[in-house]
Nanobody, 127 residues
Framework: QVQLLESGGGLVQPGGSLKLSCVDS????????WAWVRQAPGKEREFVAA????????YYTDHAKGRFTISRDNGENTVFLQMSSLKPEDTAVYYC????????????????????WGQGTQVTVSS
């Protein structure tokens, strides 16, 4: 059974960095896409970044471009989100997600297209 487990969240000062990890504990999941999605208090889930497994194409939302990097470790079936230059508005619960089905490019940033989710990890950016 696929189970995605995130880690790496925490409290960081503005301008700091964090690296989130998400591992498939079953080691059996072979997604078409990986994604990171966040949800701030009182707000809807918001796409952050995604990676197409075959080919490695990456996608970012505007607020993540140049600051966040999505990557993966094939051998460990793990996906990462390296975040730098963090801002207070980046405070949210960050979820990793995977899609067991192919997603067309125009739909890559739509969280509803991802069918496996982790439990989330809290990221708080505050001085």
């Amino acid at each position: 059974q696929v189970q995605l487990l995130e880690s790496g969240g925490g409290l960081v000062q503005p301008g700091g960095s964090l690296k989130l990890s998400c591992v498939d504990s079953s080691r059996s999941f072979r997604p078409y896409n990986w994604a990171w999605v966040r949800q701030a208090p009182g707000k809807e889930r918001e796409f952050v970044a995604a990676m197409r497994v075959r080919g490695g194409t990456t996608y970012y939302t505007d607020h993540a471009k140049g600051r966040f990097t999505i990557s993966r470790d094939n051998g460990e079936n793990t996906v990462f989100l390296q975040m730098s230059s963090l801002k207070p508005e980046d405070t949210a619960v960050y979820y990793c997600a995977g899609s067991s089905r192919y997603i067309i490019t125009s739909e890559t940033r739509n969280p509803t297209n991802y069918d496996f989710w982790g439990q989330g990890t809290q990221v708080t950016v505050s001085s």
